[in-house]
């Protein structure tokens, strides 16, 4: 499992572990595993040209001493400082020692003969470098960028120098991911302790680039409950569903699809193509798509009947393709078995008959059909991820798992929201949804919870996304026929 934490849980693990440390000790770690990343991506230090952007507070410290390790090992190495007179002492004065230079504001106090005023001088040295490190600001961050910081930023994005960010890309937002102004756009992030939420959730996340993160010792320090969760495929494997010698089509769940209309039968075919690779016994569908399914998919049990007399089922899919359908809906989640709601069905749920069931619900919108819910923007929803998703699992009573760029999965009770890293843009496919739904809806009615369940399928659907796209165009169908080789993937990783 990956994990993230807030920065005010950082700050009391930094302090705690700090109270045991010499002084300094913590920062030399974080320098010291932010030089190796630099030296991995030059590949030769000495002789390359490496800037360092370096705001006021230990962010800059880290890349000023990360500079110095850099220059003793023969980097020619120039340090910009946005505040001067309050940039690190220690870490400037073990750059100067270990042969580094000032250039821009500064220079001619700290910098001797080699130093360079002016904004031009800057300008050059980031143009011509090899690398630039971005200390201006880390977790002490507030807001975008400030004009001056932002500048610095748009000259790095021009130069063909390769960018690594400190801790974060100066700009973004630690805790939540959200991006309010410019922010730097780095070729990889090393970040000290723990992942910070941001990293992983877009649109911040599309700033980091590649994430490394460095081990300072912080992990004793970090309470059991993370912000964030990201499963891994070792994780995915203990929660997939595994048939046994006692084994039957009922004991592995049955998993009911109300989806699809005469308008839009397709989605009922993508919804159960889903549920039959998602480990369930047997997949029910109701509507009036029926043909259509078991013409493609003969082992459907098709049924002609309402939901509520449609025989057994341990977890109902409701929504996809489902036009104005508003009473199967809620006939649906009047059945006391766990629900899925998605596409149509979110729009036609009603939010007390969510809030009143006993059994679980997941609701699985994407951004736009999530904004229409909450009365905001499709931009407000994908622009604050974290914070929409919490509030509409609260304010429904359920598990919500918010699709996109990056998906994430809260639950309504709190604890940590987890976040899907498997996903690929060419699953934005129209009907790709529709296969989630499905295949979220045989986990839940093999007994995963909803979260365990959302997350499960998402990690399976975007790794299945992964192979059946390989770098091409793939439809939703091939999507759903790549579930098999996922489920395979991360089973083999967990043995
Ligand atoms: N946690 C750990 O375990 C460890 C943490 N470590 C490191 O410490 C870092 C945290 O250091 P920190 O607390 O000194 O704050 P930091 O991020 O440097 O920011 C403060 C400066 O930013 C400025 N500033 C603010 N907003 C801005 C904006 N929008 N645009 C531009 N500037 C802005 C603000 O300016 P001011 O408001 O004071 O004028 C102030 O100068 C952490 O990220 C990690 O790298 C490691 O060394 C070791 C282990
Ligand atoms: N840019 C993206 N990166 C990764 N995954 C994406 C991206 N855009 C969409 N997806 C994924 O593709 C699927 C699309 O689902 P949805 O929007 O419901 O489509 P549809 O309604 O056509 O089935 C979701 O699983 C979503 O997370
Ligand atoms: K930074």
Redesign the pocket.
Known sequence: MRTAYSVET??T??RALMARLPEGA??QR?AAGLAAACAGLLGRVYGSRVVLLV????????ALYAGARLARRGAGVAAVL??PE?AHAAGLAALLRAGGRVVGAGADTVGGAAAAAGVGAVEEAILRADLVVDG???????????PD?AQLAACAAESRAAVVA???P??VDADTGEVHGDAVRADLTVT??THKPGLLIDPARAYAGSVRLVD?G?DGELPDEAALEALQHADVARLLPVPGAESDKYRRGVVGIAAGSARYPGAAVLAVSGALRGGAGAVRYVGPAGDAVISRFPETLVSDRGPKHAGRVQAWVVGPGAGDDASTVAEVLACDVPVLVDADGLRLADRDAVRARTAPTLMTPHAGEAAALLGVSRETVEGARLTWVRELASRYGATVLLKGSTTLIADARGGAVRVNATGTPWLATAGSGDVLSGLAGSLLASGLSALDAGSAAAYLHGLAGRYAADGAPAGAHDVAAAIPEAWRDVRDAGH
């Not at 705001?55 to 880290?62: A, E, P």
């Not at 201006?136 to 400030?146: A, M, N, Q, S, W």
């Open positions: 950082v700050r693990a930094e913590l920062m974080a705001g006021s507070g230990d962010n800059g410290g880290d946005l505040a309050r201006i600001v880390g977790i002490g961050g507030k807001g975008g960028l400030r910081a400190v801790d974060l100066s700009g000290f302790g300072i912080l």
